[in-house]
């Protein structure tokens, strides 16, 4: 058996006839691993930003709906105790209409309440991310069919 010989382009060629094998150096092999471990890490961080972004958008609107709640309850206080105070004053007719005002303020307060803990309890995290991210290691092994 002869050794095997190598020609300008780094292949080896082996001595029998007519058979060549490509073989790529250590430092060829890690370049490859190195830059297919930033690519995966650029892409996991590209889909955790944009989870991130989707899951602050509805956090945000569900805040927003949950504000304009307690600003609703809080003119649910205000004609109530508007209400309360000229009924009792006055025992007029003008108390029965702070009444209503107030009673469709706390209805606007229901909805908006109701609304915004809806909005908020659809908000799941990062779950694209963390599926993605469990798959890493068996990928890093060069066992991707375990991933499915």
Do not use: Y
């Not at 006839?17 to 190195?34: A, F, H, Q």
């Not at 004609?79 to 007719?93: K, R």
Request: glycine share 10%; aromatic share 4%.
């Amino acid at each position: 058996m002869s050794a095997p010989t190598s020609d300008s382009t780094g292949r080896h060629a082996s001595a029998s006839p007519g058979v060549t094998e490509e073989r790529s150096s250590i430092g060829e092999l890690l370049g490859d691993v190195s830059r297919d471990l930033s690519e995966l890490v650029r892409q996991e961080l590209e889909l955790a930003k944009a989870e991130a972004r989707e899951s602050a958008t509805k956090a945000g609107k569900g805040a927003g709906m949950l504000a304009g709640a307690a600003t609703a309850g809080h003119f649910v206080l205000l004609f109530l105790s508007v209400a309360a105070w000229w009924a009792i004053g006055n025992a007029t007719g003008r108390g029965w209409a702070a009444l209503i005002v107030m009673a469709v303020w706390a209805v606007v307060a229901a909805v908006l309440a109701l609304l915004g803990k809806n909005e908020l309890t659809t908000i799941r995290g990062l779950d694209r991310t963390t599926e993605t991210v469990k798959k890493i290691p068996a990928a890093a092994k060069g066992h991707e069919e375990q991933n499915v």
